[in-house]
């Protein structure tokens, strides 16, 4: 990482468009006047502020930062990762995971959302400077051989077990529950087509969080952990992708269900396959299947966000984001600017930093990325990466 500069220095950042996280209006020659790591004014056009610096990036559209719903710090996005993991005492894991975040940033990230560290650690990464702004969910809360058990998260079975996890994860302090409602593939003897909990414990730990004021999310895979964990009345799903023993299968009604009260999901989308980098056989097998799913949630109202799972596998290394509004773009019939949404102030609503990040705007976070050419006209632009700021330090130019 280059030296960021200090978060407290005034300036004023010069670009050649500026789209702004929300409006599909790109906006010509911004001049954005940067203080103590926060946008205070937005001009066009017009001549900078006497007496503050001019950084002039050029021929760029400044974006806001990206926004990842849903990344595995801890997991370095090998081979096995869960295997890397176990092998690391907890400074090698706090090493490993500001090594995962200065990817993450390099690459555009300037808030991540981790669903799932080992023993609460990613809480301690939360804005360290030169580091994306990080939202923590602590250990994803899960069965006793459960899905992530390894992690530190498995609850007591039982409503009050349930009710106790959430209670211990709001005392550590957590920013939103994450509750792993099926099997995974991750976990050496769980299946993501079957379910974890039951429905009386899935809705004591929505109304164990919501008394908290913690949103919840629930990992499901399995047709029934999705319906099961839209009936406990979740804030968000991971992943929903249907899985069954042989295949993806979607009822209707589910769909209709998740989209109607305007659930967030969370795609898991995003792969590099490059060089050996190949998607998982079983996974492959229901790509069609669950890229199917995914439309039909889009085109049923679901708040849909990429939530790439980063960090889990080789395809998935924690800049993945930009390569999943790419497909995002591709796949599910989304035009380039509602794919930067997702990934911008939509993402920061999920996070709920809605009021601080995900836009160029007066009071916002000085969180940027400056890519080449123009990303709303070709979505592949994101991969153009020419300058990054985080909290008004910049991390890359
Ligand atoms: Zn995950």
Redesign the pocket.
Known sequence: MENPTSSSDRFVVRAARLFDGVSATIRESPLVLVESGRVVAVDFGGRAPVGAPVVDLGDVTLMPGLIDT?V?LVFDASEDPVASLAARDDDAVIASMKEAATTAVRGGVTTLRD??DRDYMSLDLRDLPGLPTVVAAGPPITTAAGHCHYLGGAAEPGVEGMRQAVREHAERGVDVIKVMASGGHLTEGTDPARGQFTLEELSAAVDEAHTRGLPVTA?AHAPKSVAMAVQAGVDGL?HVTFWTEDGVDAPAATIQLVGDRRIVVGASAGFVLDGDRELDAEFALRLPGIIDVMQRLHRAGAKLVPGT?AG?NPTKPHDVVRHALEQMVALLEMSPFEALLTATSQAAEICGLGHRKGRIAPGYDADFVAVGGRPLTDISQVHDIRAVYVRGSEVLR
Do not use: S, Y
């Open positions: 849903h595995h669903l799932g990992h991971e799972d889990i």
